[in-house]
């Protein structure tokens, strides 16, 4: 039972190259989310999914996308970075419910020059 | 809106004894649930405790606790007998019965010295 993955873990883009970070879990949870975390920020969410094929804005979604062809897998794309786009983004996922605590994959560093 | 508050930024605490992280919400929702994460320097994010907004004891998790004063909206962390394996970011973080996402504080930094 891995949780959640996610693909890569580091990556370094320069400025208006694309780019699409993988998350996976195993769980069977309904619920998905793409959060960034910035120092002094907390986390921040970026896009979410409630089920496969269905997405939704957060926070602070301007600059990707997202996909959610298959229930165990939440795609985050981005179509041409920037710097200010330089950050960890963490991927999560829960069963349906208040009381579910999210699961957290182990993080992706992005850095764009 | 939805808001978290972590009003302390960094704390240091000696070994052993107890520490106390202060989280407050703001929400207009009267179901709701309230979660503590914490976060080591190796980044990955542990959930340490959930709270319900109608749960009448407040939750205990070994040497985690959760203070939960509804009137004052507030939802504390508490640690017994502090570790050096405590040092972390601790985020607190809530979820409206009626929302699909969490919210996030900033997050509150320990520091335990030996």
């Known amino acids: 039972n891995a949780g959640v993955t996610q693909t890569p873990k580091f990556r370094v883009l320069k400025t208006g190259q694309s780019m699409t970070l993988l998350c996976a879990q195993d769980m069977n949870h309904e619920y998905m989310y793409w959060y960034r975390q910035d120092p002094g920020m907390g986390l921040r969410l970026i896009h979410y999914?409630?089920?496969?094929?269905?997405?939704a804005k957060g926070e602070v979604p301007d600059g990707y996308n997202v996909s959610r062809l298959k229930k165990q897998n939440f795609l985050l794309g981005l179509e041409s970075a920037a710097p200010s786009q330089t950050s960890v983004y963490f991927c999560?996922?829960?069963?349906?419910?208040?009381?579910?605590?999210?699961?957290f994959g182990p993080g992706t560093r992005l850095t764009v020059t | 809106a939805q808001k978290i508050t972590q009003t302390q930024p960094g704390m240091f605490v000696q070994e052993k004894e107890a520490v106390t992280l202060d989280c407050t919400y703001d929400t207009s929702d009267q179901s709701y649930g309230l979660f503590w994460y914490k976060q080591p320097s190796s980044g990955e994010m542990i959930f340490l405790i959930y709270?319900?907004?109608?749960?009448?004891q407040n939750a205990t998790e070994g040497r985690y606790s959760l203070n939960f004063q509804k009137a004052r909206k507030s939802a504390n962390l508490v640690i017994s007998a502090s570790q050096l394996g405590d040092s972390a970011m601790y985020f607190c973080a809530m979820r409206p019965n009626r929302d699909d996402k969490i919210i996030f504080g900033k997050g509150t930094r320990l520091h335990i010295l030996p």
């Open positions: 709270q319900g907004s109608y749960d009448e």
């Open positions: 999560a996922s829960s069963y349906v419910g208040v009381s579910y605590e999210q699961y």
């Open positions: 999914s409630v089920g496969e094929g269905t997405t």
